[in-house]
């Protein structure tokens, strides 16, 4: 059973950053991708980023492109999301999951079989 903890969020006025943080109880030999997802009340969620832990290849939806940043440190078995350039539209809860599936790089929330308790990010304009 892989576990999933982030860290990072909080409330930062547009044109801010946040650094979002997934610590992740396993190596990269168990799951092979790591993404972020973000969900507000009432809407599907959706996915932000995706990145390969063993080739690093990385994904990113269209409207964070430019902006967000996704990465991992392999000694610390934790993926980072750096947010920059806020919007108000980017307030959500945002969630870390992890992906066992040889075709994981896809936002497709079926194929993540391990998923973080979530963290708040709020962006007020």
């Known amino acids: 059973q892989v576990q999933l903890v982030e860290s990072g969020g909080g409330s930062v006025q547009a044109g801010g950053s946040l650094r979002l943080s997934c610590a992740a109880s396993?190596?990269?030999?168990?799951?092979?991708?790591v993404a972020w997802f973000r969900q507000v009340p009432g809407k599907e969620r959706e996915g932000v980023a995706i990145?390969?832990?063993?080739?690093?290849?990385?994904l990113y939806h269209d409207s964070v492109k430019g902006r967000f940043t996704i990465s991992q440190d392999n000694a610390k078995n934790t993926v980072f999301l750096q947010m920059n350039s806020l919007k108000p539209e980017d307030t959500a809860m945002y969630y870390c999951?992890?992906?066992?599936?040889?075709?994981?790089?896809?936002?497709?929330?079926?194929?993540?079989?391990?998923w973080g308790q979530g963290t708040q990010v709020t962006v007020s304009s």
């Open positions: 990145i390969h832990r063993n080739i690093r290849t990385t």
């Open positions: 396993d190596s990269t030999s168990s799951t092979r991708c």
């Open positions: 999951a992890a992906s066992s599936s040889p075709a994981c790089m896809l936002f497709i929330v079926t194929r993540y079989n391990y």
